[in-house]
Structure formats: C-alpha cells, structure tokens
C-alpha cells in the first residue's frame, strides 16, 4: 500500500520534472539553451533546491490547451554562497514558458516567501509571455507580479537573467528589478518586436539588433551586465549577491580580503595626467584603492562617461560612484545621470556605503542634452545624492566645476567625508572658459588674444582652481596626499559604521522621472 503511494509520487516527480516532454528539451538544448531545472542546478548550492508548485496545472477551460506539471515555471528556494533565496526560472518546454493564471500565481508565491523571509528573489527569463490561450487571467498575473516588484523594489534584491525570449508587457517586471543580466544571442528583451516593427515603421531589424543583450547593455541602459553565455551568467549573479545584504534591515557581510588596509600607492598621482586637459582611466585608480583590486563593474557599457560599480574596501561593500576622463572627458549627461541615480538609490536602500570620485568638466552642453532633458535627467543625481542616508565619502581627484561639483556627492548634498588630492580644480567655471567671460574686454584689446587667454588661464587656475580655497572653507575636509587614498577612505568608512542619519516622515519623495 504505502509502496504503491510512493511509486506514484515518483512517477510524478518524473512527468514533472520533464516539463514539455524530451523532444521539447531537446529543442531547448539545440537552441543553446538550457532547461528551466538545469539553470536552477547551476545557480544554487547543490542539494539546496526545494521546488514549490512542482504539480500545479493550468486550469483554463480551453480543451485544446494541453497540461503540464509546473505549468510555464519552476519555482522554489535554496541557497547561494550558504545565503537563503527564492528563485523562478521560466520553462519555455512548457507552452513556451508562458504566464498563464497558474504560472503567475506560482511566481507571486515565491516572491510572498521572499519578502516574508527578507530575502533575495532571482528570476530567469525565457518566456513567450502572456499565455495567449488564457486571455486576461494571463494579464492578471502580470499584473500581480508588477505590483509585488514594486512592494519589494527597496526591501529585498530583485535580480533578473535574461536568457530567452521577453516580450511585450512582460518586459516590465524585469524593467523594475534592481539588476538585469542577459546573456548573449540568447537573451531577447523588446515591446514590440521585430514583425510588428515592420509592419508600422517599414524597418527591417533582427531580434538581436532590436533587444539583444548588446543592444540593451550599449544603447537602452536595461541591461546591467551581459553573460557570453549561462554559466557566465550565473557566476556574475553569485558575485553581484556578494556585495549585497538579503534585505534592506541588514548590512552586508564583511568580507576577509587579505588586503591592508593601510596599503599606500606612491605611484597613485601618477596615473593622472599632469596635462588637465588629456584623458586618463579612472578605473585604475579604482583599481588601486579597492580590496585587491576588484571592481565589479554595473553598466560598464552604458553612459561610459561614469563609472558605478561594487567593491570592498577594507572588507566592507562599497558602492563606487567616478566621473570617467576617458569619456566625454567625464562630463555629466542625461545617460550617466540616470545610471548613478539609480546606482545610488540601490546602494542607499540597502546600507551600501557610498564613495565618490570626481573629475568632471562639467554638464555636457548642447540641444541634444538641452531638449532631451538633461535638466529633468540631471536632478536625479542630486535627489539621489541628497536623499542618500548612508556613509558618503567624496574625493575630489581633478576637475570639479560648476553643478557638476555639487552634484558629484559634495557636503551641501551632506557626504559625511569630504577629501581632495592637491590636484583638485574646485571652480564655477573651467579656467579658459571663466577667463573669456571675466576678463572679455582685456582679451579684445589684447595684441596677442591666445597668449593673453593663456596666461589669465593659468593665473586662474593657481588662484581659484585648486582644493585650498574650499578646504579654507571646510567644504573639503582634508587635502590629502593621493598615495594615501585608500587608508584614508577606509579610516572615514570605519568612523561612519555606525552612521545614523533621520530625515522627515514622507509618503515617498517625488523624484523628477
Ligand atoms: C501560448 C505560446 C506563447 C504564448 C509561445 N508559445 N508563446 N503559447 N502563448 N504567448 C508556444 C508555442 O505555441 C510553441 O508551442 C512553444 O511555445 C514554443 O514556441 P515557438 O514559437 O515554437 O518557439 P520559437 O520559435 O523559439 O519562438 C519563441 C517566440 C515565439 C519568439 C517567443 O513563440 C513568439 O513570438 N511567441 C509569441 C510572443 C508574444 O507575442 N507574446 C505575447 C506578448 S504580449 P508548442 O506546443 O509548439 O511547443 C504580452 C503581454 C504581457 O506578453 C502584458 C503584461 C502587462
């Protein structure tokens, strides 16, 4: 009796766990991709997986839709790294991954358990979207799904993998996640796609070119980090989760890095030019000042004009916000306004401290930026820097003019810790663009406008492009040496742990989307 009860249970399990049968996995295979379950194996520890709903079936009316155990997704909690987590990862053997009233109620579950556990949630994507046959209870889920993203987007992390066909509406609840991850010639993120682009527009365009992950990591900004295939995929979320605390009540886990602390780099002034106006890396004085070396990298191929990005320095996950010279010689513009926004809200709603290094000309001018809504775009920074509670510490490396110096993490925006190298260029305007203003009618008299515009550039700049002025001021807290970067930025983390800042009660600010 109790034998035949458990051969029925495993006779179950089995039909379950082939989702849309062998044929369908095997197309999935020579797709390049893998099944829903074999996606789950890779992501979590091995062992930990406990699938929820793993006998649960559409229950629409229509005869000719046929069922499967699961329904379009697999869902369930295990662990990463040791750390508890929620997972749903889409079987497109199953009607293509569709959401139907089952599969969306399976997801919503998951996501209840995750921030009811306060933990984070991941979801895998490779889905034909709404699940034709089922109509509006298909909209129903999503709908359930975009509201619980929002409940949790500040609470828990929300990470997406892309590893399949998005489409239509369903692209939203990825679009409100903290980080997208797709994987290359796999994942496929669009409103509309590429027939009906066609159809209205008369434009022909590949899936791949319209909402690859090329395109979303390089143009749309959507994708955080692109994958050169699944295994990638997984290993980049395992790390990006190591940054992070599984809720917005936690901190993040102190890492052991091996690294001192007090390590200075006497070459460190080296890496910046003495010449202002030539490009440098900023990333590798990031490089130098954080544990090991190790950045890892959010957007790194989107608004490359600034870089955001985890790190560790002194054990303790930063959030890493820099202007980037080699770009648009670090100049601010809407794209790079919208990534460290957003870069800093995250990093604000889960007790990321937050450290910020300037060389910024300025705002990039023109009618594009002007009529694009570089004035809208642009208060984002400061709403996000202002409305940052955590430990904020700015260092001022070069270039820091006008609004851009305000907006990159200055005190007025209330960082904590205000540093600068010696190299600083704290100003309202450049020097060549401030002495044509200032000085307009001695120039036009001058015999020799070039020379004369020269000279009064470089008295400027030794007058008032410097950190002195504003350290007199206490706007800058200590003029430091650069080699002495790191151990000072740690020095002002550690004296900020315990950082508690209150602002007034509000229903939520109103930040100028
Ligand atoms: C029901 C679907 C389906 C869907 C795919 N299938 N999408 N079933 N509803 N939305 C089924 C197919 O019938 C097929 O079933 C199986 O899944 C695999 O699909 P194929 O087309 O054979 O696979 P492939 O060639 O890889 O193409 C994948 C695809 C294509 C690009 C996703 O299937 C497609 O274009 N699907 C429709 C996409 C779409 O328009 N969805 C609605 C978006 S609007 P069998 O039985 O043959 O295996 C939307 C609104 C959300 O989602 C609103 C939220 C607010």
């Known amino acids: 009796?109790?034998?035949?009860?458990?051969?029925?249970?495993?006779?179950?399990?089995?039909?379950?766990?082939?989702?849309?049968?062998?044929?369908?996995?095997?197309?999935q295979h020579s797709k390049g991709k893998l099944t829903a379950r074999e996606r789950i194996a890779l992501l979590l520890d091995e062992g930990t997986f406990v699938e929820l709903d793993k006998y649960v079936t559409?229950?629409?009316?229509?005869?000719?839709?046929?069922?499967?155990?699961?329904?379009?997704?697999?869902?369930g909690f295990g662990t990463i790294a040791g750390r508890q987590v929620f997972v749903f990862s889409y079987d497109f053997t199953v009607l293509g991954g569709s959401l139907g009233e089952m599969t969306g109620k399976k997801i919503a579950k998951a996501m209840d358990h995750a921030m009811k556990v306060g933990c984070p949630i991941i979801g895998i994507i490779d889905s034909g979207g709404a699940r034709i046959q089922e109509g509006v209870?298909?909209?129903?889920?999503?709908?359930d799904i975009f509201f619980r993203n929002t409940v949790a987007s500040g609470v828990i992390p929300q990470i997406t993998a892309s590893i399949g066909p998005c489409a239509g509406g369903a692209v939203y609840?990825?679009?409100?996640?903290?980080?997208?991850?797709?994987?290359?010639?796999?994942?496929?993120?669009?409103?509309?796609?590429?027939?009906?682009?066609?159809?209205?527009?008369s434009q022909e365009v590949s899936?791949?070119?319209?909402?690859?992950?090329?395109?979303?990591?390089?143009?749309?900004?959507?994708?955080?980090?692109?994958?050169k295939n699944e295994y990638e995929c997984f290993d980049k979320i395992k790390k990006l989760l190591s940054f992070l605390p599984q809720n917005n009540t936690e901190e993040p886990a102190m890492v052991e890095t091996n690294d001192d602390p007090n390590r200075?780099?006497?070459?460190?002034?080296?890496?910046?030019?003495?010449?202002?106006?030539?490009?440098?890396?900023?990333?590798?004085i990031i490089k130098s000042i954080v544990d090991n070396g190790d950045f890892f990298e959010v957007h790194e191929l989107w608004a490359e004009n600034i870089l955001v990005g985890f790190a560790r320095m002194g054990g303790r996950s930063v959030g890493i916000v820099a202007n980037q010279p080699q770009y648009l010689a670090g100049a601010l513009d809407i794209n790079s306004s919208n990534k460290a926004a957003r870069f800093i809200r995250f990093c604000d709603a889960f007790n990321i401290p937050i450290v910020t290094l300037v060389d910024t000309p300025g705002y990039l001018p023109g009618t594009d930026q002007e009529h694009n809504g570089i004035i809208r775009n642009g208060s984002k920074l400061l709403f996000a820097y202002c409305e940052a509670t955590v430990p904020k510490v700015t260092c001022i490396i070069g270039k820091a003019y006008g609004g851009a110096y305000i907006a990159m993490g200055s005190k007025n925006l209330r960082a904590d810790i205000n540093y600068a190298?010696?190299?600083?260029?704290?100003a309202v305007l450049g020097p060549e663009a401030a002495v044509t203003i200032i000085h307009r009618r001695e120039l036009k008299n001058a015999p020799n406008a070039a020379e004369t515009k020269k000279k009064l550039a470089k008295e400027y700049r030794d007058k008032f492009a410097n950190p002195y002025i504003a350290a007199e001021k206490g706007i800058i807290d200590v003029v430091i040496d650069p080699m002495e970067t790191r151990p000072m930025i740690i020095q002002a983390l550690n004296a900020l742990a315990n950082k508690k800042e209150a602002r007034p009660w509000k229903k939520h600010g109103n930040i100028n989307l």
């Open 264 to 284: 200075i780099d006497a070459d460190l002034i080296n890496k910046l030019p003495e010449n202002p106006y030539q490009q440098y890396d900023m990333k590798e």
């Open 207 to 227: 899936f791949e070119e319209l909402g690859g992950a090329r395109a979303h990591a390089t143009k749309s900004g959507v994708a955080h980090f692109i994958a």
């Open 137 to 143: 209870m298909s909209l129903d889920g999503y709908g």
């Open 173 to 201: 609840s990825p679009a409100m996640t903290d980080f997208v991850i797709m994987v290359e010639n796999i994942g496929q993120m669009f409103v509309t796609g590429p027939e009906v682009v066609k159809e209205v527009l």
């Open 1 to 27: 009796m109790h034998e035949e009860k458990i051969k029925r249970l495993a006779t179950m399990k089995k039909s379950a766990e082939s989702g849309g049968g062998n044929e369908r996995i095997e197309a």
């Open 58 to 75: 559409h229950r629409s009316d229509d005869p000719t839709l046929p069922k499967f155990y699961g329904d379009g997704a697999v869902t």
């Open 421 to 426: 190298w010696p190299s600083a260029e704290i």
